[in-house]
Each structure stands twice: as C-alpha cells, then as structure tokens.
C-alpha cells in the first residue's frame, strides 16, 4: 500500500515548505494559523490526517513565536489520530545553547529538543546543527544533514577560480573546511577568534597563507555578519586573490546587510532555510527544497539516506 502522506508548513517557513512539496510531488496540505485579539495563536490542519504520516516544516527562528506555533501544530496532528509526525526543522534555532559556558546559564537546545518530544514528534529531520552533539540530546531519530552537496555541486558546476582554498572564521569550524577541502583536493586555513560578548568580536587572527588563493569561508550561520566580514577583510589583507563565503542559515540581522556590502566579501551564497529580509547583490540563495523532499521519500520507503550525511 501506498504511503499516506501530508506535508504542511508553519507560517516562517511556507515559502519553502511549498518548494518541499512541489518536488515530492503533492500539494501542501492546508492550514490555517486563528490570532486571538491577545496575540494568543490557534493553527487548525484543514485536512484529514488520520492514519498518515504528517511532515511539518518550520525553521526556528526569531520570533520565539515560531517554536510555539510547531509545538501547537505538532500537538493538533497529534490529537488529529495521525500515525507518525515528523518535525522538518531547515533551520533549528536555540542550537547555539548547547552547552553551560558560564554559570546559571540555560542549555537551550536540550529544553526545546524535550519538548519537542513531548509534543509528539516521532522524528527530525534538520541541517547543520551549530553543535553535532545536539543529536544526543533527542531520545528520537534525528536526520542531520549538511548543506555541504548543494554547495559542493554548485561549485562543482559554477567555479571559474584556479586556485581555491578554503576558510573558517574560527576553530570550531575546523572539521567542516577539512572535509571540503577533502572533497575538492584543497587545502585550508583558520581564523582565530576571541569575542569580548556574543554578537561582538575582539580580535581576530589569520592561521595559514592565503597569497594569490581564491578563498572561501565556510560557517552555518551568519548572524550580523561581524565575524564573517573581519575574516574576510583580514584574509584579503593577507594577500587573498578573492574571499566569498558559503553559509548554510541566513539569519542576518542588525547591520548585517550593510557589513556585507561594505567588507571585502564579493558574494555570500546561503540556502534558503531562513528567508531573506531584503535582496542584494552580493548575496546568492541557493534552494534546499529538493534534498528535503528526497529525505522525506526515503524516509517513508525506508531507504537509506546515508549518501545524504556525507560530504
């Protein structure tokens, strides 16, 4: 027997939960989100889900009120007798709290990942995660893929640079350029970072020689862009021929657009798990429509997604 199948999205993300569905190759499922006068939100899935395997897109961004509205949505599927429930999460926010750095301080992802599972979700499915081990936190299955073959395949069949290297704005990035580097048959450098807050840098430092290289930074999420856009200033003044990045979470906020547009980046590609505020053109958005539809066939065949994990 066929599967039976409902895909349905949450506000934030229907513009990509459309895309999702499109290449699966079935309509999104209606729903429709009640806004009490108070602010309270009511969402109602306008289709019969019994029996089915329900698949709800949200990525997790800012406003809180997006995790709100997948809990209500993940909790009305629920009450609606749908036989499994599968949270699709592009974009999974709070996963910057995944550990105690100070004290009397929240591990933020372990709260959400509980709750999660106490709304009723059999299983996530969600890219690059800011920390691995946030996998650990589920006591559910957990589909962690990586942007990484969209932006590999893009280069594969778009790059014009003769020499490229890749680059991480700090330490903790180091495994992801290794295993690009790997891929292309490039080497790598870092750069070393010390925050004097969060969103605020102190000082940052080059590790490697980039004279004459086409270089591209790497990270899952670019927030106000500081980071990013020191790297890529000191990597230049370092004797690079080029710096670009490739970033997976567009969340770009403050002064983020306009540290873009001035730094020594000449283009960001990102994905569209976040939409973004405004166009520019430095910025190409390269979609993660495809890659999600496909892990949803595998996953309802039973099919291995393995190839999917890998760089």
Same mark, same amino acid.
């Given at each position: 027997?066929?599967? %039976?199948?409902?895909?349905? #999205? /949450? ?40 029996? #089915? ?12 009120? $997006? ?11 629920k009450r609606a007798s749908a036989r499994k429930i599968i949270a699709v999460i592009p974009y999974f926010g709070y996963a910057r709290q ?9 591990? /933020? ?22 920390? *691995?081990?946030?996998? /650990? ?30 680059? #991480? ?8 350029? %290794? ?16 925050? $004097? ?17 086409? =270089?591209?930074?790497?990270? *899952?999420?670019?927030?106000?862009? %500081? ?11 370092? /004797? ?5 990045a490739m970033i997976t979470h567009p969340l770009l906020t403050g002064n983020a657009y306009r540290n873009i547009q001035e730094s020594e ?19 190409? =958005?390269? #979609?993660?429509? *495809? ?21």
């Amino acid at each position: 027997m066929e599967p %039976n199948v409902n895909i349905f #999205s /949450g506000r934030a993300s229907q513009y990509l939960a459309e895309k999702i569905a499109e290449a699966f190759g079935q309509k999104l499922g209606e729903s429709e989100v009640f806004s009490f006068s108070d602010g309270e939100i009511l969402p109602s899935l306008n289709v019969n889900v019994r029996g #089915s395997d329900v698949f709800i897109v949200q990525s997790t961004f800012s406003p809180a009120e $997006n995790i709100l509205e997948l809990f209500l949505m993940i909790d009305a599927a629920k009450r609606a007798s749908a036989r499994k429930i599968i949270a699709v999460i592009p974009y999974f926010g709070y996963a910057r709290q995944d550990r105690k750095d100070r004290p009397r301080v929240s591990i /933020g992802s372990k709260l959400i990942a509980d709750m999660l599972a106490t709304a009723g979700v059999s299983r996530i499915i969600t890219m690059d995660l800011h920390a *691995d081990q946030i996998q /650990g936190f589920f006591n559910i299955p957990v589909d962690h893929i990586f942007a990484s073959k969209i932006f590999l395949d893009h280069l594969k069949r778009n790059s014009t640079f003769e020499n490229v290297i890749f680059a #991480s704005p700090d330490v903790g990035g180091a495994r992801r350029v %290794n295993a690009y580097a790997k891929a292309l048959g490039t080497g790598f450098v870092i750069c070393y970072k010390q925050r $004097n807050r969060p969103n605020e840098i102190g000082s940052i430092q080059l590790i490697g020689d980039v004279q004459g290289k086409d =270089v591209i930074l790497l990270d *899952d999420i670019i927030d106000t862009g %500081n980071t990013i856009c020191k790297a890529a200033n000191i990597i230049k003044e370092n /004797g690079a021929k080029s710096v670009r990045a490739m970033i997976t979470h567009p969340l770009l906020t403050g002064n983020a657009y306009r540290n873009i547009q001035e730094s020594e980046l000449e283009e960001l590609f990102v994905t569209d798990t976040i939409p973004l505020k405004m166009q520019s053109d430095k910025i190409t =958005v390269l #979609s993660v429509a *495809d890659t999600f539809a496909e892990i949803i066939r595998r996953v309802e065949m039973n099919a291995s997604i393995s190839d999917l994990y890998n760089f």
